[in-house]
Nanobody
């Protein structure tokens, strides 16, 4: 089962930027679609961004125009560039396959805190 390790989170001021990385333990080239998820305290995990095998992308409405998802199959890595961050983006961010049938093990995620 593929395992994922997320990194790149941290504390950032409102309006700031972060770039998250998600490294897979095995090839992701055959995974139909990869996604970034986030979970804020007391809330359920939600999908933030999805990228399919051909590079097509979809985003949660609240992050459109601010977040960009990308994937490098040669490095088995998925990225999330986050700009214009606001306090509502504070959460633990994780990555995994978008479809349940292709899911690997969940990593620990990376904490993103947006605060002045």
């Amino acid at each position: 089962q593929v395992q994922f390790v997320e990194s790149g989170g941290g504390l950032v001021q409102p309006g700031g930027s972060l770039r998250l990385s998600c490294a897979a333990s095995a090839s992701i080239s055959r995974i139909s679609a990869m996604a970034w998820y986030r979970q804020a305290p007391g809330l359920q995990r939600e999908v933030v961004a999805v990228i399919d095998r051909n590079g097509g992308t979809n985003y949660k409405d609240s992050v459109k125009g601010r977040f960009t998802i990308s994937r490098d199959n040669s490095k088995n890595t998925v990225y999330l560039q986050m700009n214009s961050l606001n306090p509502e983006d504070t959460a633990v961010y994780s990555c995994n396959a978008a479809f349940v049938t292709e899911r690997g093990s969940w990593g620990q995620g990376t904490q993103v805190t947006v605060s002045s």
